[in-house]
């Protein structure tokens, strides 16, 4: 059996989104949502961006279970890891506490053309409006 890995996707990489198709391969499978327990400074410019900051708020995810040639062609499209970094965060979902891989910038500071917000708490999902905040007790 081939080894998979746990990836968290908040962008373009969402179902309905123009990224999605990265995900359509046999061998993905979809977790459910997801919500991180760590906290993150929310940007955009087109597309969306996270940054690790205990002053922001927590992101609405989907997790996959991707194959590790799934997980390369999700490395380029990301750029990493140049562009975007790429590690191991905890998320609450209907499954319980799941650690998945998630892409992000190490300082937001550092995003020159980026606009940034750092909501003080609450949970934030991207849509094509740019983040809004979601009610979902069940999962936080």
Do not use: C
Request: charged letters at 25%.
């Amino acid at each position: 059996m081939k080894r998979k890995r746990i990836v968290a996707v908040y962008g373009t990489l969402k179902t309905g989104y123009g990224n999605h198709y990265y995900l359509n391969d046999s061998e993905v499978r979809y977790l459910g949502e997801a919500v991180s327990e760590s906290r993150f400074a929310l940007g955009h410019y087109g597309f969306p961006a996270v940054s690790p900051d205990e002053r922001g708020g927590n992101i609405l995810v989907e997790l996959y279970a991707v194959p590790e040639r799934v997980l390369r062609n999700l490395d380029r499209l990301e750029g990493y890891p140049q562009f975007y970094d790429r590690k191991i965060f905890w998320f609450k979902s209907k499954l319980g506490r799941i650690p998945a891989m998630l892409y992000f910038f190490h300082d937001y500071r550092n995003a020159t053309g980026f606009t940034w917000e750092l909501p003080e708490r609450g949970i934030f999902s991207w849509t094509r409006n740019g983040w809004i905040p979601v009610n979902l007790p069940a999962l936080a």
